[in-house]
């Protein structure tokens, strides 16, 4: 009956206890882990007990727990809705009797997922990559998903970055990863605080054997929750990461609060991909072809022999509900139902999914919150009668392009605007009108009313 003696064992009232952050966003009910680390060696660290501690709002401490080594973290769930306020007591039998407390650590805890408004640092932004491919099958995943890479195979280590505006202190990355997907988060090297605008990576490695963890035909998500303070508030800003047997296609972020992302395709229907490894400039074949509203079949397809095209009588009788714009039903399109020209999986976009993806973008924090990042490129025409000019197309956020491949008039199917404008139908109707999505060469881009009998672009989304 004797006890150990380790020699090499600081006091308590020595240790330097802390926890994994500073600050926490939770959902209500739902448990967050806490680590804690006392920075002894693992011998010493054997002897270690753990005394947890929480508090509401402005109220006292209460105690809700103890653990010991080697189990020291600590799960504890919070409703409801508000603040709270977590510590933890370390002991050591081997060291004096006195206790060593931990740093406080804020725990938002709200009824959503996304980050509420008021905790959330219009000037800061988090970019990087929302979603990763894995190949785990030789057979098709579900419809819509095919996968066709491995974003794995040039490593598992993947930047981030913290963009900023103004100033900030106590930056923390923690990570929610349900899943077990990530090894771990290699922090920002200027974590304490920054004076001036600038972008602050960060890194995410993911494990070696990620590829096999996540669901043949499925996705798993890793929840990034990045804290720093703005004077003395707390604030955070979030980045959900999906990783999937699939491909992630072309995403454009839709709220910037949830971080909710849209998948769009990478080609116009009818058309091939435009991506970073597309060659520029771009060719008709990116440009696709022509629908009317709600008809599920091209209207006219994109070869050479169709840019004169002029012809009242045929274009009238092209795929439609009806025969002319004003027999058109007085409905939207329905993502399974008839005049999705979509294929299996997809859908047309709705138009406050069109409008959210140009205003809820990665944005350029330099000019104002909320602003978008849209990007022209290519030679813009000046006349409405261009019909050869294939180079022109609008960049949306990291990962979505959009050509200007103009636009076929209603009544007589006749090509304006290629060059000019990109013409996108919604899922959207007001009257007998659809809504479109129209850019130009210079600045605007907007959703409008135009007759359902026009002949525009569609770029497909996701079916989620």
């Known amino acids: 009956n004797w006890a150990p003696v380790e020699e090499n064992c600081l006091p308590a009232d020595s240790l330097t206890v802390t926890l994994s952050s500073s600050a926490v966003l939770a959902k209500t009910g739902a448990p967050v882990t806490f680590s804690v680390s006392t920075g002894v060696g693992a011998r010493c660290a054997e002897g270690e007990t753990y005394d947890w501690y929480q508090a509401t709002g402005a109220n006292a401490y209460g105690a809700v727990g103890s653990t010991a080594y080697p189990a020291s973290n600590k799960a504890i769930a919070f409703s409801p809705a508000n603040t709270y306020k977590v510590k933890v007591e370390a002991s050591n039998i081997y060291s004096a009797s006195a206790k060593a407390t931990s740093n406080e650590v804020t725990v938002y805890v709200t009824n959503g997922g996304g980050v509420p408004s008021s905790l959330y640092g219009i000037n800061y932004d988090v970019l990087g990559a929302p ?8 057979t098709e995943p579900e419809s819509g998903y095919t996968a066709r890479a491995d974003s794995f195979a040039s490593g598992y280590a993947k930047t981030y970055i913290f963009d ?62 990045i804290s ?24 454009a972020r839709i709220d910037r609060l949830s971080d909710r992302w849209l998948t769009f395709a990478c080609h116009n229907l009818g058309g091939e991909d435009i991506t970073f490894a597309t060659p520029q400039p771009l060719t008709r074949a990116h440009h696709g072809d022509w629908y009317r509203f709600g008809a599920a079949v091209a209207s006219l397809t994109n070869v050479a022999a169709n840019d004169g095209f002029s012809n009242v009588s045929e274009w009238e009788n092209k795929p439609i509900f009806n025969t002319r714009d004003y027999d058109w039903p007085n409905t939207s399109i329905d993502a399974n139902g008839v005049g999705n020209p979509c294929p299996a999986g997809w859908r047309l976009p709705t138009e406050p999914e069109l409008i959210a993806a140009i205003s809820k973008n990665p944005y350029n924090i330099s000019i104002t919150p909320e602003n978008n990042s849209l990007t022209r490129y290519g030679t813009w025409s000046d006349s409405d009668s261009d019909k050869t000019n294939y180079s022109a197309y609008l960049k949306v956020g990291d990962y979505l392009y959009l050509p200007a491949a103009g636009q076929r008039q209603s009544g007589i199917g006749t090509l304006n605007s290629r060059g000019r404008n990109g013409d996108y139908w919604s899922s959207s109707h007001s009257n007998t009108a659809g809504y479109l999505f129209i850019f130009d060469g210079v600045s605007t881009h907007e959703v409008r009313n135009v007759v359902r009998g026009a002949g525009c672009s569609v770029r497909c989304v996701a079916a989620e």
């Open 131 to 138: 979603c990763y491919d894995v190949k785990r099958s030789s």
């Open 164 to 225: 900023y505006k103004v100033v900030y202190s106590d930056l923390q990355v923690s990570c929610e990863d349900p899943h077990g997907l990530v090894d771990r988060i290699v922090q920002p090297v200027n974590k304490s605080s920054s004076t001036a605008p600038g972008k602050e990576p960060f890194t995410v490695v993911f494990k070696s054997g990620v590829k096999s963890s996540v669901p043949v035909s499925g996705r798993d998500t890793v929840k990034l929750l």
């Open 228 to 251: 720093y303070n703005v004077g003395s508030d707390t604030k955070f800003a979030i980045r959900y990461i999906r990783v999937q047997d699939a491909a992630c296609h072309c995403p």
